[in-house]
Structure formats: structure tokens, C-alpha cells
């Protein structure tokens, strides 16, 4: 089932995720749901927090095609080590019609739990390195615009209002 994204500034969005601590046919029929969300949206992550889940479970393909081959489901996800720099643009289907450069490291090691409870291991660089850095943000309810240089923030900022005004018809 496709769910609604919410998007910035929704206070959900800045909520912490809990761990989850039993993986049920609820917590797969969740992860359904998310990934059916992100290839309908279409995007290469989602995290559930994005669809007012508030427990820690990231979706990635970066692929964005839904073959499903290269769908990685993560419960529980915890970067293990990180090294080296990346600035790449970012976006974020919770915040539409916006992207942005972000430093993030260029290397990272992921450890989490499949959807069969089974603790898994990835390693990753390139843009799935960066999709785990950001997706693991949504579950500590930080987004890539939280990242930005305060001057870039401020234009993001009036962007988002400038948006806002011209969907309400004001002037
Ligand atoms: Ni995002």
C-alpha cells in the first residue's frame, strides 16, 4: 500500500524513531509499504518516519527502478565506521523541489538486521554510501537541510516560504 510522504515543515518529521525490538508480519507489511511508497514517488530511500512511522527502518534502492533486486531493507540500521569525504547534492521526498550539496563521509559501514532478523552487514560508498548517512538521519529526525551552511538554510528557508505563499495565492 502506497502511503502519504510527509513532508517539511512537519514536526513528525523531527521526531526520534525507536529501535525495533520484534520483528512481526506487521514490521514486513510495513516494509512493504515503504518500499511500494518510495519506487511510487519515485526516490532511492525512504525511512519510516517519513510516513509517520516513528521506528527505525530505512528502505534504499539506488537503482530507483523496482526490480527489487537492489532493494535493501534495514531494521535497526547503525553506522559502524565511516571515513572519508563526500559533497554530493542531495535531495529528499520530504522536501520536495529543493536540493542541496551535502558533506558527508564517502565510506561507511552499516550494520542492521534483515527482515528475517538476521544481522546483516554492508558496506558501501558512493551514492549508497550517502543514501544510509541521510536515511539514518530521518530515524534521529534530522534532514539534509539540517546539514546546510546557515546562509544556505536562511535560502532555503525563504524558498519554502516563497513556495508556500504562491500555493495559498497570496501576492
Ligand atoms: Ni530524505
Known amino acids: 500500500m502506497i502511503r502519504t510522504i510527509l513532508t517539511y515543515p512537519n514536526p513528525e518529521l523531527k521526531k526520534k524513531s525507536a529501535p525495533v525490538n520484534i520483528i512481526t508480519e506487521a514490521t514486513r507489511d510495513l516494509a512493504r509499504d515503504m518500499s511500494e511508497t518510495m519506487y511510487d514517488a519515485p526516490g532511492v530511500g525512504l525511512a519510516a518516519p517519513q510516513i509517520g512511522v516513528h521506528q527505525r527502518i530505512i528502505a534504499i534502492d539506488v537503482t530507483g527502478r523496482d526490480e527489487r533486486p537492489d532493494l535493501i531493507v534495514v531494521i535497526n540500521p547503525v553506522i559502524v565506521h565511516a571515513e572519508g569525504e563526500a559533497y554530493e547534492e542531495e535531495g529528499c521526498l520530504s522536501v520536495p523541489k529543493y536540493a542541496a550539496n551535502v558533506r558527508r563521509h564517502a565510506h561507511v559501514v552499516v550494520k542492521g538486521l ?13 551514492l549508497l554510501a550517502i543514501a544510509f548517512q541521510h536515511e539514518i538521519d530521518h530515524l534521529d529526525g534530522i534532514l539534509f537541510v539540517d546539514h546546510l551552511s546557515p546562509l544556505k538554510r536562511d535560502l532555503f528557508q525563504r524558498k519554502i516560504r516563497k513556495m508556500a505563499e504562491t500555493a495559498a495565492g497570496a501576492p
Open 114 to 126: 534483515d527482515l528475517d532478523g538476521n544481522e546483516q552487514t554492508w558496506r558501501a560508498e558512493g
